[in-house]
């Protein structure tokens, strides 16, 4: 009656965890349940808010949308996995509260996940680009301008970032 | 909404998941990107007793362009599909169409196999595949049979394909020469299913008037339509007045209204898109001839007169 | 000196934690809490004839089932009708589970606990309801023909009957010399939160104590709800607000029949239990808003002036009343927005249908106001040949006639009076920063061009910070830390951001060592919620005025202590001194230690205050009039709301071919007196424009027949996503401080969504040539309107269903 079981390993934020699950247990379902995370949050469970984006092998995908064990072994990053070893908040977390990106943040965590991704495959975005990115997720509070001027702002942030490790770099005498 | 229970397997061979399906029957369902069935489990709307995870089956994720088309394995997620460069150049209006489907985020986790297989008359690649006369090769324990586009699609959500069979692959043949497509669609919000979309192909003959001109339509009836628009417009260069292709499409199709388009919009848009996709993909086709013709004027250097 | 930080755009505090995944919503609490689901009607109006649960039984990990028979003592009762009003002649609410009979699609009528959601869901699928279907009653028309009723008891399906009138409206219009119908109609839309309802529950076997969690607007009110309808004493009885995914006006309702059931399966169970809505449970069993049928009759004169407005409207309430008549008083009292109109007369009916129930929504009946006063300007002046801005600059009510009374009752109960405002400076502002004045040239120019462009305009006001009350709680600790409470809720407003501005200010103490708790009955047990933009009138004035009193108390100890007057006294960070003498000086811990006679020192700063140390032997050590510790509690308690006002312009373009609407250009003035941090109130503006598109040209809740609900998911049912919102919108501010409270501040919540529906009639119809009087609108629907009127003359055809009569 509750279908088949089985033992799986999430490599969660570099961390293998390991989880006993039902067949029909939800990723979303899975790692704020089983594993505890509940960063990631479940807007509509169908797959159209975007509030439960995660990165799957770093590429953006509802976690709702997805089994657990069909991800067995496989690498996600959520939310709690942004930010910086010492906790610093990471350049889109950062950009989020500079630019008043968030109002109630249930929804956030979806944003942060699929901007972290798409500013690696479009480091220099433009507003368009922007909007592009987080085109498929739902915010009801904030009417989208700060989230879109959140991504630009990220963007300037990792450059400034990067410009500084190689200032770093250049000060040290390595090779950027 | 949290999915009904279910047994669950996971073949890593074709084989071997072709034997399970064959010995689960009617109560097994198969999981490739999950995007449309995974909501139908949560929302229990299916609840089957078996599901049988294709995502690892590493012989099924492949996209192989050949001069005849592209060959889509049924692990291909719509986004390698969209991004694959030799698609584009085989058949540019897969990418055209992909770019419309849903969100990206869906399109990193969906295939275009299993899109086409959950026959969903409002989606995008079961209206390209019959546009472009495609076909679906499926295979079960009894063997391997291909099955063309116009018979794939029986009525919404409901495909040829028979008890045992998994589809592995789709093929979307080459854009023939002097052609080109365009793919427009009308949705309420961007990355909602269609109110109404369209796929055009139009081939010209060597004084750049039009000698084929189709389109492929979603949103608008139970499987997807192809309509032959050629006797509409055929004869006519494709920079002139091409909208009796709208008009010919308007007057054919009998669309269904909805919560969000009355039947007669959905018409009115048939008309308006026709337009807009057979313009487009003339204009494509006679960039493309123009290009080829460039090239074969340009004298080589150093060639002799 | 310190830097004001009222005013200033400060960085929200409540950020860090939700960046970083910490948030703490309803469902990422009590993990190991058995769950909750509901078993709810798949008809819109039966009776139930039978509940056979015993497939059910099976189900493993299966707690316990509950139907109506299970209820007992107050819970079988009805849920309580929250807001009373003499108006309503059949007032009915639902009870917690069905009791023989189903009214909505989506009612409770069993509740099933389990070890989790997934178990609790199987066995609610096993469950078998035998039904006998009765005709439902869908939509305003079917109420009103009540052909068949909602309640047997419900008369014509009318829940209330309401007119108020100030002058003679019908002798007005009829001596007027233009007179004006129209009908209007606005069609239903839903808060839709990203988190939708949730409860936890834990019964303290022990202590005989019910601790529960809530995603709510209101914890106080779920407190007592809970407290009388399980019959126990409200001491026994904690409600916390975790982190709320936004309310926009759903949550204000309560007791939701989960809130109350969760507990009682929790104190039955001794176990934790919890609730998590699901979104498609959120549509067909929260409650939706703005469903209304408007009839309009104005008269006026050759200058647009109205000199009687008359109107008559029909409010669909949906299946029960639990939040009374809220929602069309304010349409009915909110209308006139800005405008003085001679004579006025409203009336209505709030009807009965088998749909959910509507209860306020971001707006909450403003928007359907405003649209009816809008489209009537915009009809007056197409009738009269006027610019549309000139005819609202006639109709205005202007700075000087401040307070303004127009002698009706608004929805607290209270006299309607304006406060403040200055409406003509506003509809400068906006004219300047829209370019009103070039804009005919432009569609013309466009025109030529084969393009549809249109501007409209839209003016409100917005009564804010209704009462009865908030009271604000603020503690200096040893540490120098200020602890501050309030009992009202958050959702998402940054309130724990800016009444930490208020409190810097008026103590003196960095942001940094202030924290604000919201929403935790235990913190602060008084309280009302958080609706109607009255967060930071009423909390953020009270916690200003808790501040002072613990100001005072500062500057008496440490006056005390440093032998000087308390006037000649200064706090600067965090520090009291002697103003002039920086060096005589002590920090506001040492005052809070001080502050606290003790007997026992538990560390080196408390060695301070014991009773050899500190004190005048002739004295108590804590004098008659005074008080242990260093803290101030006060309430703010308005005399009557207050009002804030803005226009909204936005420039749209319709394709011609596919009419599909187009926003080019949204602007936004906006006076919510004085802002305590701009860039919350500039996001609070953008939320609601963007939930004001949403529901002008996307949303809409869509019944068919048989009244089941046709878009109850986020596939169907559009919010926007960003490709659907302005890229930018253009925000102008204007700051006429409230007189009636200590900050001079009005609520700035909800008014980005209160013109919407009015602004994009007003701009499409200006963009087609004829009156766009159904909202929201589609490009199917414009379609189709444009068939209709293709016959016609297309540009300034009347928005009047007839001709003037003279």
Redesign the interface.
Known sequence: MTGSWHELTLIVNGVPLRATVPARRLLSDCLRHDLGLTGTHVGCEHGVCGACTVLIDGVPMRSCLLLAVSVDGQAITTVEGLAGPDGELSAVQQAFQDCHGLQCGFCTPGFLTTITAGLIGCPDPTADDARDMIGGNLCRCTGYQNIVAAVLRAAELTRAAAGEDADAAVDSGQAP | MKPSAFDYRRPEQLDEAIDLLGELGPDAKVLAGGQSLVPLLSMRLVAPKHLLDINRIAQLDFVSCGADGVRVGALARHAVLERDAGARAVQPLLAAALAMVAHPTIRNRGTTVGSIVHADPAAEMPAVLCLLGGSITATSTSGRRTIGASDFFLGPLESALQEGELAVEAFFPALPPQSGTAFAEISRRHGDYAVCGVAGLVTLDDDLRISVARAGYLSVSPTPLVLDLTDAVSGRTFDGDLSAAGDFASAAVDPEPDIHASADYRRHLVGVLTNRVIVGAAQRAAREIMANGARQALPMPGAQP | MTSRMVGEAV??V???R????????L??LG?DAAELAVLRSPHAHARITDIDVTAAL???GLLAIYTYEDLTGPLADPLPLLIPHPAISAGRTQYALAKDEVNYVGEAIAVVVAE????A??AV?RIVVSYRPLTPVVGVQAARAADHLVHEDAPGNVAAHFVQEVGDAAAAIAAAPFRLELELAIERSAS????GRGVLAQWDSDSQRLRMWTSTQTSTGVRAAVAAKLGLDLGRVEVITP????G?GVKIVHPWPEEVLVPMAARALGRAVKFTE???EHFISAAHERGQLQQIEVGFDATGRILGLSVRFWHDNGAYLPYGLIVPIITSTQLLGPYKPGAYRVEFDSLYTNTVIVTPYRGAGRPQGVYAMERTLDAIASELGLDRSEVRATNFIQPSEMPYDHGLIFQDGRPLVYDSGDFPATLAKLKALVGWDDWPAYQAAARAQGRQVGLGLACYVEGTGVGPYEGGHVQIETSGRVKVATGLTS????HQTAFAQIVADELGVSMDDIEVVTGDTRRFPYAVGTFASRAAVTSGSAIALAARMARRKVLKVAADALEANPEDLEIVEGMVRVKGAPGVAMSLGTVAVLSNPLRYAFDEASKAATQFVVGDSDLPPVNEDDEPGLEGRDYYSPLRSTFANGMHAVIVETDP????IKILRYCVVHDCGTLINP??V??Q???????GVGGAL?E?I?YDDAGQL??A????F????????????EIDHLETPSPLNPLGIKGAGEA?VIPSAAVFASAISDAEGFAITAMPI???DL??LR?RHAGTDGHNESIAKKEPTR
């Open positions: 960085k929200r409540e950020d860090p939700l960046l970083v995944g910490a948030g703490r919503f469902d990422d993990q099976e189900v493993q989790n959601r997934y178990l869901e199987d699928e839709t939160p990203l988190e982190d709320v995914g936004g926009f699901d979104r498609r959702q998402g407003q940054g071919e596919t009419a599909e860039l919350i500039e996001g503006v953008h939320g609601g424009v963007a939930q996307y809409r869509v046709q878009n998911s986020f596939m169907d559009l919010m926007p996503y960003v490709s659907e919102v302005p890229e930018s919108i980005g589609s490009p199917s379609f189709e068939r």
